[in-house]
């Protein structure tokens, strides 16, 4: 009988260890956070066929497509701090694409028309920039400017970045030339693709942005 009870207590003491052992390792899933609502809701949704993304010197904007709507200060928490560089110049919500990625329009060193692509980063509830999509600068010897392109060319649901840049002199002579097809690495951001996807030619940069051209 003595025997019986001894196995009973060893019983419930290796039970209430195991208990023990399992809440000591329980680990909570971290919490993933959203965008908050009011700036989510200036974003224009789109799906992307093949997206030309270029910027522009041009005060008044007249006709350009990623004008964009103004972001309030009061919502500049929920962008990184990589967006607020320059803020006080105006921060604009553009579009949003497939695959949760957000066009926004931002200050540069040059000017106030950078455009760039964002994805929320989940741990702080933030938009992040991922890539720079497009902007357009000269100083005294050089003028350069890039365009990006978002297409999905492989028709795999992911999306493909093609980025075209081009460095001209004083002299208009083409001194730094750029083509890339970047794509989805599944991770919320892209890294270098096939150039066989795009053809070069099927990609021109837009003409009369910068006072060189």
């Known amino acids: ?11 419930i003491f290796f039970i209430g260890c195991t208990n023990s052992s399992q809440e000591g390792t329980t680990t909570e899933t971290p919490k993933m956070m959203e965008l908050n609502t009011d700036l989510a809701s200036l974003f224009e949704d789109i799906i992307v066929v093949k997206m030309h993304l270029f910027s522009t010197a041009d005060p008044t904007l007249k006709d350009y497509p990623y004008i964009g709507k103004p972001i309030a200060t009061n919502l500049h928490q929920y962008l990184d701090e990589s967006l607020l560089e320059n803020a006080e110049m105006g921060l604009f919500a553009t579009y949003k694409v497939q695959n949760q990625y957000y066009v926004l329009r931002v200050p540069s060193r040059e000017f106030s028309n950078e455009l760039v692509l964002c994805r929320l980063d989940e741990s702080t509830g933030k938009l992040k920039k991922v890539e720079v999509l497009a902007n357009g600068w000269c100083r005294t010897e050089r003028c350069h400017q890039q365009d990006a392109w978002l297409a999905d060319l492989d028709l795999d649901q992911q999306l493909e970045l093609i980025i075209r840049s081009r460095d001209e002199n004083k002299e208009g002579k083409i ?3 750029l083509f ?3 794509t989805e690495d ?4 892209f890294v270098i693709g096939k150039d066989s996807l795009a053809n070069p ?4 940069l837009m003409e009369g942005i910068l006072p060189m051209q």
């Open 1 to 11: 009988m003595k025997q019986v009870y001894f196995i009973f207590l060893f019983g």
């Open 201 to 204: 030619t099927s990609y021109v």
């Open 186 to 189: 599944g991770r919320g951001g």
């Open 180 to 182: 890339r097809v970047k």
């Open 175 to 177: 001194v730094g030339n």
